[in-house]
């Protein structure tokens, strides 16, 4: 019986001799593929779908987006000022309205444009001199500094607008697009009034005042009337004389 065991034990040495060496003669596993550099991988764009919605509020606006009315914007270096009439340049003054375009304009039943002030207190300053060969082009109608300034007739609040010369001023546009009226030297403008307001006449738009070049001694309103032509440009017009227009009277 001890021999039994003895070649059991035996065989089983020799089977683990010949297991151990069929394992030690398999090939070695493959060595693994090289990792590439950063910089050899390649980068391929990424597909992006463009949204549908609203553009950002960084992307500039397009020119057909913005708009703005130009006949309420001056051209570059025009400055128009009371002083030197409505249009503020250098030229020389437009010659004098016929008596039929005066008398056009008188139809239009204009109110004095300064409360409590009647047509007979007016003066005709129409054709006072500026200095430099100028005329008015306008009527000063003297009154006491916070006297309300009333619209002179129906119309529309085209440009507020504030000049050296002019000070605090004010132009209005009257519903049939021929007449401008032009206030000037205001202390300030009545509450609340901005352009495009409709105006009706008697509304107070502003209060006597001396802003712009004028005395402090002597706190008027500048008015003029000024007839516009097809392209109904605020700074741009022909002056017609104030003075007969508010009076009934021939300019003296």
Known sequence: MLRGVLLFLAGAL???NIVYFVMSR???APAAAPVPALSEIRREPIPVEPLDGPESADTPLKPE????DPKRVA???????ADIGHAGTE??????????DIAAASRLKLIVPVRGVTPDQLSNTYEDARGSGRVHEAIDIMAKRGTPVLAVADGEVEKLFTSDRGGLTLYQFEPSGRYAYY???LDRYADDLEEGQALKQGDVIGYVGSTGNASDDAPHLHFGIFELDEERLW????????YPVLTGQRPQ
């Open 14 to 16: 020799v089977g683990a």
């Open 26 to 28: 398999r090939p070695p």
């Open 65 to 68: 987006l913005v708009r703005v």
């Open 75 to 81: 051209p570059q270096g025009v400055s128009p000022d």
């Open 91 to 100: 030229v020389q003054p437009t010659a004098p309205r016929s008596a039929a």
């Open 183 to 185: 206030y000037a030297h």
């Open 235 to 242: 700074w741009k017009g022909t002056a017609i004389n104030p």
